[in-house]
């Protein structure tokens, strides 16, 4: 688990990274009331998701404007992991093989009580940052993918 914070304008976000094989959960929380209001995914293959849950009635919470970007750049961060990991172990197919990643998430929620648009637009600059310093940790430590065995079935045809 990892831990980045960034402060700004009397505003404080931070990004809780934990990882699980090649997978990579990011808490992006902050401000007044840290919470979970969005889910945004980004799996192997590079397709983004997002889910905005109810903040109050008829609205939904806006984090998916940092938290897409974030994971996005994680996601792209675990493809230059690890295609250098492979380089280095001097693996065939070095490449960027959107399978050579794991799946990203990231959980977010940041509200600041009567948010400024100077808050605001810090908000946006301090989740740049961390995007950028977990990124940064995220190729300077990669894992090796699992070997992942799944179980095999028996051949129906065979049993008839």
């Known amino acids: 688990m990892m831990e980045f914070q960034e402060a700004e304008c009397g505003v404080r ?24 209001g969005v889910v945004v995914t980004v799996d192997r293959a590079g397709e983004v998701r997002g889910i905005a849950l109810p903040s109050r009635p008829g609205h939904v919470h806006q984090e998916t404007a ?14 230059t992991a690890g295609a250098n990991e492979k380089r280095k172990e001097g693996a065939e197919g070095a490449d960027d093989s959107p399978l050579a990643a794991g799946n990203v998430m990231v959980v977010s929620g940041v509200h ?31 894992i090796g993918a699992p070997e992942e065995v799944f179980a095999s079935l028996p051949d129906r045809a065979a049993s008839k």
């Open 66 to 79: 940092i938290a897409e970007p974030l994971a996005r750049r994680l996601h792209a961060a675990l493809l």
């Open 112 to 142: 600041v009580n009567a948010i400024t648009p100077e808050q605001m637009r810090a908000v946006f600059r301090m989740c740049e940052r961390l995007g950028t310093r977990a990124a940064d940790w995220l190729e300077r430590h990669p």
């Open 13 to 36: 976000v931070r990004a809780v990274i934990e990882r699980q094989g090649a997978d990579v959960l990011v808490q992006l929380v902050g401000g007044d009331v840290p919470h979970y």
